[in-house]
């Protein structure tokens, strides 16, 4: 089996209100920071995962996304999946 070491990014899709980046935006102006525009808020997870190959790591991590890490009707995600040497 081998090692890899994996990051996960999730964001909202465009077409979905992301209150939490107005939110940050909002106080981004309060601050003077007139500049700021555009803000979206997303989740950044790490993990580590053992797999026979990287097609079989790419895969259950597309499961895992799928099915517990993102929610597929909002939010779009994308992952940097990288060998750990033993």
């Known amino acids: 089996m081998k090692k890899y070491s994996v990051r996960v990014y999730v964001t909202l899709r465009a077409s979905v209100l992301d209150t939490a980046g107005t939110a940050v935006e909002s106080g981004l102006h309060q601050l003077g920071y007139e500049g700021v ?3 979206r808020i997303g989740k950044y997870i790490e993990l580590s995962l053992r797999a026979e190959s990287q097609e079989k790591a790419e895969a259950d ?21 990288n060998p750990v040497e033993a």
Not at 62 to 67: G, R, S
């Open 37 to 39: 525009e555009g803000v």
């Open 61 to 81: 991590l597309h499961e895992m996304c799928d099915k517990l890490l993102s929610n597929p009707v909002i939010e779009n995600y994308r992952f940097e999946l």
